[in-house]
């Protein structure tokens, strides 16, 4: 796994690749974004809007949001974080040092949750199902480990609406596919609403957000737009002279101040109905 790759492709089976650095890079700079801090201080603001006792923090990766998760949930709140990764779990194991005595780290398969039903008073997942060939299934077991009238909150990207300013509007299409096709679920932001309802939950707020980048430097790290182009040459999908072009074009673009890409992410939260309530 390259440094490169790891946003689109590295997450999907981290301890195989053996390469935590990149992953650990890459979390740590959408960390860094605005766009993806205000979306993940608003998860924690409706999380700590229930008032809970026990949350789950589902896909935690290094542990960085588990410890700002910490500082906005009430005292005696206690978090567990649960990742299939063994080498990611081991960083958030340093990085949650400081809060050891109300966080927990579980090694586990999302699609299959080691916990028992109705544990959670809340659950949230970022940018998670993107990666997930059946997000559904993710989504029904954190439902099932979650109370009734539990809150379920999550953040995930519409790669349909990824765009790139470019003169070739074919070629910028080309890019468009490619980079949704990198995910294994690329346009889960839009149908995490859809699936909440199917999956019982009520009371379901879904609220799109726009990023737009002006800087290609940093739209270069969140989108990987080299290996994105030497990865469409080797697929077919461009032939070398036209990723030339188009990154020449980037360039100048940069340069003259009229570069500009980005897309569209999802904040959509739902309500576990109470025992007893008509659905």
Known sequence: MSERQSLATGFRNVDSFGDT???????DLITGIPFFRDAKEESFRILADTNPSLVLDAGCGVGTDLVSLASHLPAGCN????????????????????????????RGDLAAIPCRAEVFDACRIDRVLQHLCQPETVIRELIRVMQPGGVLVAFDNDWDTFSINLYDQD??????????????SGRVGRDISGIFEACGLTGIHAEPRALELRDLTTAQ???????????????GALVPPEAAAVWEELLRRSRKGTFTSGYTGYLVWGMKPAQGSDQ
């Open 171 to 184: 070629i910028a299409a080309r890019i468009r596919r490619a980079w949704h096709d990198s995910f294994a």
């Open 21 to 27: 650095d990149a992953c650990h890079r890459c979390l």
């Open 221 to 235: 790290q969140v989108f990987d737009l080299r290996d994105l182009l030497e990865r469409m040459v080797r697929d």
């Open 79 to 106: 978090i567990v974080g649960i990742d299939a990764s063994e080498s990611l779990l081991a960083r958030a194991a340093e990085r949650t040092k400081g809060i050891q005595e109300q966080c927990s780290l579980v």
